[in-house]
């Protein structure tokens, strides 16, 4: 019984050894960096790798209507918040062949 006990703390902590490392991976991989999150009066997208100005930003709200967008960006973005009610919302980078690279969400708080 002991025997079971170790095996099954061993699997266990195997388990989430490689479940922390692809959640790490899958960070490392991202091109844009969003902050602050949540965010109140402005939202900065940086580059932090594969910039390309032919890049388009799309920002959605949580009904999946687009309420922005954005064509040539920048490598520094910041996206002012005035027009945008308190919620959810999912942004989309999307490649000069209208193939999306990215998404990701963000939260507005005012």
């Known amino acids: ?18 479940f922390a490392q692809t ?5 490392q991989q991202k091109i844009l960096k969003l902050y602050p999150i949540p965010a109140s009066t402005t939202i900065t997208f940086d580059f932090v790798r ?6 388009s930003l799309q920002v959605y709200n949580f009904m999946g209507k687009k309420v922005y967008e954005v064509r040539n960006v920048s490598a ?9 009610f308190r919620g959810l919302y999912y942004y989309h980078l999307v490649d000069k062949n209208k193939r999306l690279i990215e998404t990701g969400r963000f939260q507005i708080v005012k």
């Open 1 to 18: 019984m002991i025997r079971f006990f170790y095996i099954f703390t061993f699997i266990i902590g195997l388990t989430f050894t490689s």
């Open 76 to 84: 520094r973005m910041v996206l002012p918040l005035n027009d945008f």
């Open 23 to 27: 959640k790490q991976t899958e960070q």
């Open 50 to 55: 594969s910039y390309d100005r032919l890049f």
